[in-house]
């Protein structure tokens, strides 16, 4: 990925962000969060490996009470037949029944890890389920869900659009 210097960041193509434009971010998906919570206590389940400082921020930005939850996902591929299977693991799950939970990752990759996390958490069977995370990759053939970024030649980090940060059982 592309560093921008002066911490400006480059917004047309997906470079690297600065610290203004993170804040400002986690700041709208905070606001977008405590109105669909109401206020009402939410929990929220964190990828520890890479989603603790952005859950850290928006957390900070949430006006309702929470209680967190550490999840560590374990990721590997494993060969089945000739192929490559990937294969996503992660230990007990926190008692959510009946809860309304946030499952908050940095950044969105193939999708793989955070629909797995949602499948098993919704087994637990909450009161509602949203995942929030602060962008996808995008280029070098990997795409937004709109299509965009599939031909650049470099992968780049770009903020997800604002009304699509959660989704509810």
């Known amino acids: 990925m592309r560093r921008s210097r002066g911490g400006k960041g480059n917004s047309r193509r997906g470079s ?9 971010r986690v700041a709208e998906l905070g606001r977008q969060i405590s109105r669909a919570c109401g206020g009402k206590r939410l929990d929220v389940v964190i990828t520890l490996d890479r989603g603790f400082v952005f859950a850290a921020d928006l957390i900070r930005q949430i006006d309702a009470p929470a209680v967190c939850h550490f999840v560590r996902a374990e990721v590997r591929d494993v060969e089945q037949g ?3 299977r990937r294969e996503v693991a992660f230990g007990g799950g926190p008692d959510i029944k009946g809860r309304d939970v946030l499952l908050v990752d940095a950044v969105l990759d193939s999708g793989v890890t955070q629909e797995f996390l ?11 389920l949203r995942l929030a995370v602060l962008g996808i990759w995008v280029g070098y053939g990997l795409a937004a869900s709109n299509g965009i970024g599939r031909n650049e030649k470099g992968l780049s980090v770009r903020p997800l659009a604002g009304k699509r940060q959660g ?3």
């Open 118 to 128: 949602l499948r098993r958490l919704g087994e637990s069977q909450p009161r509602s």
């Open 167 to 169: 989704r509810k059982r």
């Open 16 to 24: 690297a962000f600065s610290a203004a434009r993170i804040a400002t």
């Open 82 to 84: 000739g192929h490559l």
